[in-house]
C-alpha cells in the first residue's frame, strides 16, 4: 500500500531571463547544498520539503516529487499538485512546459509526463477498464474559463465538491461531477 502522503511544499528557483541579465539583475536567493534549505539575501534561512535550484531539470524534479503522486493517485488516492508563486515565477514552465505542444522531451513539464504515465500504466494494466475524465479550467479574477469548451459560459459553471471530496467542474444542466484529473477503474 502506498504511504499516506501529506502536504508537501516545493520551491523552485529559475534562471535569470535574457531580459533581467541584460538589465543587470542579480539572483538574491540560493540553496544550500545538500540541504533543503535556501538562503535569501544574505541569511534569511527557509526550509522546504524538495529545494529545486536554477539549473534543475524538468525530469529531475518530476522524479523525485510529483512521480510518487501519480504512482499513488494509480492506486486510487486522491492528489493534488499545485503551482503557486507571482506572475513570471515560472509555473506555466513548470507545469507544462514553455510551449506545451513544440516542448523537445527534456523540456515536457509536470503535465505531459504525468499523463504520459497514467496513459502508459493503464496499457499495461490489461484486466481493469479505466474511465479517465479531464477537465482545464482557468480561473481569473473570480471568472471561470473551461479551456477545453471555450463557448462555455462561465456562467453555466461552478466548481463543486462531489460526495467523495473530489472537487471538479460542474455545468448547471449537467449532472456529471468531473475531477480535474481523475482515473475510476
Ligand atoms: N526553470 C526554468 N528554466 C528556464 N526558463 C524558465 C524556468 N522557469 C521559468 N522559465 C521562463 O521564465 C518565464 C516566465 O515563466 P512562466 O511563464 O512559467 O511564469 P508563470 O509563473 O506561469 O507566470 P504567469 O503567472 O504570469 O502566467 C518564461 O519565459 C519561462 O520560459
Known amino acids: 500500500m502506498a504511504e499516506e502522503i ?5 520551491v523552485r528557483i529559475r534562471p535569470l531571463l535574457p531580459k533581467e541579465i541584460l538589465h543587470n539583475q542579480h539572483v538574491c536567493v540560493r540553496v544550500v547544498p545538500n540541504s533543503q534549505q535556501v ?13 529545486f535550484g536554477q539549473k534543475s531539470a524538468q525530469d529531475e524534479v518530476y522524479a523525485s516529487c510529483i512521480k510518487p503522486l501519480v504512482l499513488s493517485f494509480l492506486e486510487g488516492y ?5 503551482a503557486y508563486g507571482q506572475t513570471g515565477s515560472g509555473k506555466t514552465y513548470t507545469l507544462g ?13 509536470i503535465i505531459p509526463r504525468a499523463i504520459h504515465e497514467i496513459f ?5 494494466n490489461h484486466n481493469t477498464d479505466f474511465t479517465v475524465k479531464v477537465s482545464y479550467i482557468e480561473v481569473h479574477k473570480e ?5 477545453l469548451e471555450l463557448e462555455t459560459s462561465s456562467k ?7 460526495e467523495n471530496g473530489n472537487t471538479g467542474k ?10 480535474v484529473m481523475s482515473v475510476h477503474s
Open 97 to 109: 512546459g514553455g510551449h506545451v505542444v513544440a516542448a523537445s522531451d527534456e523540456e515536457k513539464g
Open 143 to 147: 471568472e471561470l474559463r473551461d479551456l
Open 39 to 51: 538562503i535569501i539575501g544574505k541569511d534569511r534561512a527557509f526550509t522546504f520539503d524538495f529545494v
Open 6 to 10: 501529506p502536504v508537501r511544499v516545493a
Open 78 to 82: 486522491n492528489v493534488t499538485i499545485f
Open 156 to 162: 453555466d459553471m461552478h466548481i463543486r465538491e462531489d
Open 170 to 179: 460542474q455545468r448547471d444542466r449537467s449532472p456529471c461531477c468531473n475531477s
Open 120 to 124: 502508459q500504466s493503464i496499457a499495461e
